[in-house]
């Protein structure tokens, strides 16, 4: 559905700061300047709601934003970048771990986002797993596909299919693009629906 209104609601920079849920949430995860920001802008249709980058390491808190008063996305701190600060790099294990164990009730789909142009990631696998773990609906989208011909995209797409063969909760991955909106109608498809599946386990 596409969003009709879409506002910050909160930031927590610790453990501690993340809010209590007040309803379902759609969290987005992956490595440092993937492209996390950038997609929650695309697919509510608010240019600067979530603030984008360049250079890696730009959301380092826990970012939330209310969708149509009713659910919520929320941008993760992203991880694997080498250069930002060491009290940064290692908190990030702890919060997102412990942002994932608080709302393993309240998310409704986990959003994994993998560059379409690379290979998944040791910390991309880890998320899973941790995901998996959890039980918490999830999908992997290999982003940035407009940087890729038509050719490397089947390419890609394979690869990200092979690499999360198991544990990506049924769901096979597929790419997506901010720039063009290449796959974001499929997203908010999937996004539909764990938030339908969400309100059946919870009524
Ligand atoms: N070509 C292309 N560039 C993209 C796309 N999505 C994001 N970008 C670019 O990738 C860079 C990083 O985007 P962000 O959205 O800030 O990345 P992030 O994952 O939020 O990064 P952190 O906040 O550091 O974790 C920016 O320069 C974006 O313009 C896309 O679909 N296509
Ligand atoms: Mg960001």
Known sequence: MKSENAEF???????EEIPRAR????ALAGRSNVGKSTLIN??????GLARTSSTPGRTQ???FYCVN????F???????????PKSVREQWGPMVESFLERRREAIALAIVLVDARHDPSTLDRTMLTWLVDRDIPRIV??????KLSGNDRSKSERALKKAFETG???VAPFLTSAVTGYGIGELWRHVDEALRAHRDRNV
């Not at 309803?23 to 759609?26: D, K, L, N, Q, T």
Request: glycine share 18%; aromatic share 12%.
């Open 9 to 15: 609601w909160a930031a927590a920079r610790t453990v």
């Open 23 to 26: 309803g379902p949430e759609i």
């Open 42 to 47: 695309g697919m509510l249709g608010v240019k």
């Open 61 to 63: 808190t826990v970012n």
């Open 69 to 72: 008063r009713a659910y919520f």
């Open 74 to 84: 929320v941008d993760l701190p992203g991880y694997g970048y080498a250069r930002a």
């Open 141 to 146: 989208v290999g982003v940035k596909a407009d």
């Open 168 to 170: 990506e909760g049924g």
